[in-house]
């Protein structure tokens, strides 16, 4: 029965173009924007995953930065201890000069006390952004034994996140405490030959009165020693800064697989997409020739009047 209020065949052929369009909408939306999953009403699952990964990665970015910074600090705290090595090296070396009986001590002070004021030159310009590890003030309200270096960020099974450090312990380091003297350099010994004073690696003086060589014997002694110390602080530092290069390079490679997985989840794939657009707009197109035939047979009532 044909009839001129109700065109069935013009309402089915309708709602098949309105459904081409919307997924027509879609596909362009897909294309333009790159991603299958734009926001929640796309995939409510992997969107949420999607963001939470993302805001992970963020903070993965912000630990990498950290990671730069604590790289840098140890770096200039470990140039500044191999410089003040050979410095100590040298100090040692003229004490080793003066015990020779004809040997000038005034001169070989002279050169030692140059050396002194180069090391405390070092361990004072060894700063990195307000931070240094080898001339501290232990008295301080900001001192820290322990620098941290921020390594990574990571999220548990339950949701919960945590953040963990590298420590160094500064302690093993410093040359210079300005309040008690206990770093290595100025850390007090007292000799036990015709001399016996009072002094430090530091601020140790050949030519002071009854010196003589079982003085020197325990200066040397005491300068080997702060060498060894210097060397044992020297490795640990090198070796903090392995860790934090080797936790860099994980991090930024555990970036790159949390990119991967989020593409996995969200990000659509062109080459359907296209091919998928061009498949819809040639049914968009029967789609219209459709409707366009079912609205005309309703005129072909209009012959019977004839």
Do not use: C, H
Request: charged content about 20%; glycine content about 6%.
């Amino acid at each position: 029965m044909s009839s001129i209020l109700t065109n069935t065949s013009a309402m089915t052929a309708l709602k098949s173009l309105t459904a081409i369009n919307k997924q027509i909408e879609t596909t362009q939306g897909r294309i333009s924007t790159g991603l299958r999953v734009n926001d929640a009403s796309d995939n409510a699952a992997y969107w949420s995953i999607a963001t939470t990964m993302k805001s992970d990665n963020k903070a993965l970015g912000t630990v990498q930065d950290a990671l730069g910074l604590g790289a840098s600090k140890v770096d200039v705290a470990y140039t500044g201890m191999a410089s003040a090595l050979d410095v100590v090296d040298e100090i040692k070396s003229k004490l080793v000069a003066a015990k020779e009986p004809s040997a000038d001590k005034a001169k070989i002070q002279s050169e030692i006390g140059e050396l002194q004021n180069q090391l405390t030159s070092i361990a004072e310009s060894a700063s990195f952004n307000g931070e240094n590890w080898l001339s501290v003030d232990s008295s301080a309200a900001t001192y820290s034994a322990t620098k941290s270096v921020v390594a990574s960020f990571s999220r548990a099974s339950d949701g919960t996140v945590s953040v963990s450090t590298i420590d160094v312990d500064i302690t093993t380091t410093e040359l210079f405490d300005a309040n008690d003297q206990s770093g290595i350099l100025d850390s007090t010994f007292t000799t036990t030959g015709g001399g016996a004073v009072t002094v430090s690696v530091s601020d140790l003086d050949i030519t002071a009165a009854n010196i003589d060589d079982t003085d020197l014997d325990e200066m040397i002694a005491a300068v080997d020693s702060a060498f060894s110390s210097m060397t044992d602080a020297a490795s640990t530092l090198g070796s903090s800064s392995k860790r934090i290069d080797m936790q860099s390079e994980f991090v930024n490679n555990l970036m790159d697989a949390v990119d991967r997985g989020v593409g996995q989840l969200i990000d659509a794939n062109m080459e359907e997409e296209s091919t998928r657009l061009q498949a819809l707009q040639t049914q968009q197109q029967l789609g219209i020739q459709s409707l366009s035939i079912a609205n005309s047979s309703a005129q072909s009532i209009l012959s019977l009047f004839r």
